[in-house]
């Protein structure tokens, strides 16, 4: 079956970096776009960072640009997120996403938590 495990969350101090892995199963994840998401409390869900199927596009949502780096390895079956410079408003569950031909699918979700 299709999935998605996250893993690499945690609590890091303002400033700090951490690296998101998601690790992809049960579906040809070479044809699939994939993307992180967060959710804060009390807020929607919304699109942090995407990548094409061959990792040739990617696109970062606003309040992240300059900060984050998402990346993927085809042989691996893995989509990265590289934070930097992480800020306490960055703090959020963060999901993996996969697009590919009419299916979607989601990961269980890390935490990030950004505090002194």
């Known amino acids: 079956q299709v999935q998605l495990v996250e893993s690499g969350g945690g609590l890091v101090q303002p400033g700090g970096s951490l690296r998101l892995s998601c690790a992809a199963s049960g579906f040809t994840f070479s044809s699939a776009a994939m993307s992180w998401y967060r959710q804060a409390p009390g807020k929607e869900r919304e699109l942090v960072a995407a990548i094409t199927s061959t990792g040739g596009s990617t696109n970062y949502a606003d309040s992240v640009k300059g900060r984050f780096t998402i990346s993927r390895d085809n042989a691996k079956n893995t989509v990265y997120l590289q934070m930097n410079s992480l800020k306490p408003e960055d703090t959020a569950v963060y999901y993996c996403?996969?697009?590919?031909?009419?299916?979607?699918?989601w990961g269980q979700g890390t935490q990030v938590t950004v505090s002194s």
């Open positions: 996403n996969a697009s590919w031909l009419r299916s979607r699918a």
